[in-house]
C-alpha cells in the first residue's frame, strides 16, 4: 500500500507535460526576437518588450482554465502512420479529410494554430490595433516555439513510451536553465516568408527528425548513471518529488551538444520571420505611430546597446537578458523575506 501510495504522488518536479520551453525558455527566446525585426519595426516591439516576455507564456497558464486550450501546442505524428511526413497534408481541409478532423484535434493541432493566428496578426496590423498586435504576436510567438520543440511532435512526449519519464522538462526547462549561459544566443534576421504554412510544417518535420536523437542520447547518457546519480527525490508540501540532478543534466547537456540551443535559435529567428511577415502582408503600417507617446533618447540608446550586445552574442555577460533580470530579483526579494523571516 505504501508503495502504490509513494508511485502515485512520486511526480517529476517541474514536469508540466507539454509546457513546451518553459517559462524560462520561452521568455527567452521572445526577448531574442525582437532583435532580428527590421527598424521598422523594433521601436514598437522594444517598447513592449516586458510585455510580450510576460505574455509569451500565456497559453500554458491557459490549460489550466481551457480544455482546448492543451492540443493546440503538439501534433503527436506517429498517430498518422509511420510515412507521416511524407503523407500528411500541410492544409488543414486536406489534413481532416484524410484523417478526420476529431483525429486531428485529438492528437495536436499545433501547425495549424500557427496558420490560424498568422490571419489573426495580420489583421490586427491592418487594423492598426495595438492592443491585438500585442495579443497575437504573443500568443502566435508561443506556438512557433512550441513547435521547435522535438518531443512536442512525438507520441511519446515525455519519454513514457521508453522507459524515460521526465525526458519532457529535461530537455526543454532544465537544460536551458542550467546551460543558458554556455549557449551563444545569436541567430539571422527576420525573413519575409512566402509561404508560412510550409514555414511552420518545415518547423515540425526538423523537430521530428530531432526525436531518435533526444531519446538516444539520453540513453547513451544514462549509462553512466545508477539511479541515484541521476535523481534526487525531495518532499516538499506533502509531495515527492523526482529531479534529475545537475551531474546527468550536464552529461546529457554534452551528449547533445548544440541542440538545444539551436533549437531556441531557430525559434527566434522563425518568431521574428512570422511578425514581420504579418506586418508585411498587412501592408507595413507604420508601428511608430501606436506608441502612445514618442520614444526617448534613452530608450534608443537602450535599444541600440540591447541590439549590439544580441549581435555579438553578450546579452547575458551584459545582464540584459530581461528573464534573468527577473530570476535574480526574485532571489532578491525571497533572502530578503527568509531573512525577516
Ligand atoms: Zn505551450
Redesign the pocket.
Known amino acids: 500500500m505504501r508503495k502504490v501510495l509513494l508511485v502515485s504522488v512520486l511526480v517529476f518536479g517541474c514536469s508540466l507535460v507539454?509546457?513546451?520551453?518553459g517559462f524560462f525558455g520561452h521568455r527567452v527566446i521572445q526577448q531574442l526576437a525582437i532583435y532580428a525585426l527590421p527598424k521598422e519595426m523594433q521601436p514598437f516591439y522594444h517598447r513592449h518588450l516586458a510585455h510580450l516576455v510576460e505574455t509569451v507564456v500565456r497559453?500554458?497558464e491557459r490549460r489550466s482554465s481551457d480544455p482546448t486550450e492543451a492540443h493546440r501546442?503538439f501534433i503527436d505524428l506517429e498517430a498518422f502512420g509511420p510515412n507521416v511526413l511524407q503523407e500528411m497534408p500541410e492544409a488543414w481541409a486536406a489534413a481532416a479529410a484524410k484523417y478526420s478532423a476529431d483525429s486531428l484535434r485529438k492528437y495536436g493541432i499545433v501547425p495549424w494554430e500557427v496558420v490560424r493566428l498568422k490571419t489573426r496578426l495580420t489583421q490586427a496590423f491592418y487594423r492598426q490595433d495595438k492592443d491585438s498586435i500585442l495579443f497575437y504576436s504573443a500568443d502566435l510567438a508561443?506556438?512557433i516555439q512550441?513547435a521547435h520543440v522535438p518531443l512536442h511532435t512525438s507520441l511519446n512526449h515525455d519519454g513514457q513510451l521508453t522507459g524515460q519519464h521526465g525526458l519532457h522538462s529535461l530537455w526543454e526547462s532544465k537544460l536551458p536553465e542550467q546551460h543558458l549561459t554556455t549557449y551563444t544566443l545569436t541567430h539571422d534576421k527576420a525573413r519575409y516568408l512566402p509561404n508560412p504554412e510550409q514555414e511552420i510544417w518545415q518547423v515540425v518535420r526538423e523537430s521530428h527528425r530531432l526525436v531518435p536523437q533526444v531519446l538516444a542520447l539520453e540513453k547513451q547518457a544514462s549509462q553512466n548513471f545508477t539511479d541515484a546519480t541521476k535523481f534526487t527525490i525531495t518532499e516538499r508540501n506533502g509531495r515527492t518529488r523526482k529531479n534529475f540532478t545537475d551531474a546527468f543534466s550536464a552529461a546529457y547537456q554534452q551528449a547533445l551538444g548544440p541542440m538545444v540551443q539551436d533549437r531556441m535559435r531557430a525559434s527566434a529567428e522563425r518568431t521574428a520571420s512570422f511578425w514581420y511577415t504579418c506586418w508585411v502582408d498587412a501592408g507595413k503600417p507604420n508601428l511608430d505611430k501606436l506608441l502612445p507617446t514618442p520614444r526617448t533618447k534613452a530608450e534608443k540608446k537602450q535599444l541600440k546597446q540591447e541590439r549590439k550586445a544580441w549581435k555579438k552574442g553578450t546579452l547575458q555577460e551584459k545582464d540584459l537578458l530581461l528573464t534573468k533580470i527577473r530570476i535574480s530579483l526574485m532571489n532578491v526579494v525571497k533572502w530578503a523575506k527568509e531573512s525577516v523571516a
Not at 507539454?18 to 520551453?21: A, E, I
Open positions: 507539454g509546457y513546451s520551453w497559453p500554458d501546442h508561443h506556438y512550441d
